[in-house]
């Protein structure tokens, strides 16, 4: 059984950062594409970073240079380092773990709200 427990949101200021974590089980992420996705109240769940198997990121450009992507294969955990958030940031957040076979797994969302 796969489990993605994502951990790390909280309440921050604007300018401020926050790194969230994704602890994956029943599953190797190491050989899986990760993923982090948002979705603000009444809009779209949107992609802000994702790392292939081989460690090639991507990032919109809404939050490239702000957010960064990474993973530690000896945790089994996915992470996502997020500075100088605004107002625009706050969103449930959630990890996405895409198997070597492509079955799509999702975590239950943190929350991250920035405060102006």
């Known amino acids: 059984q796969v489990q993605l427990v994502e951990s790390g949101g909280g309440l921050v200021q604007a300018g401020g950062s926050l790194r969230l974590s994704c602890a994956a089980s029943g599953i190797t992420i190491s050989i899986s594409t990760i993923g982090w996705y948002r979705q603000a109240p009444g809009k779209q769940r949107e992609m802000v970073a994702t790392?292939?198997?081989?460690?090639?990121?991507n990032y919109p450009d809404s939050v490239k240079g702000r957010f960064t992507i990474s993973r530690d294969n000896t945790k089994n955990t996915a992470y996502l380092q997020m500075s100088s958030l605004d107002a625009e940031d706050t969103a449930v957040y959630y990890c996405?773990?895409?198997?070597?076979?492509?079955?799509?797994?999702w975590g239950q969302g943190t929350q991250v709200t920035v405060s102006s």
């Open positions: 996405n773990v895409v198997s070597p076979m492509g079955l799509t797994y």
């Open positions: 790392i292939s198997r081989y460690g090639r990121t």
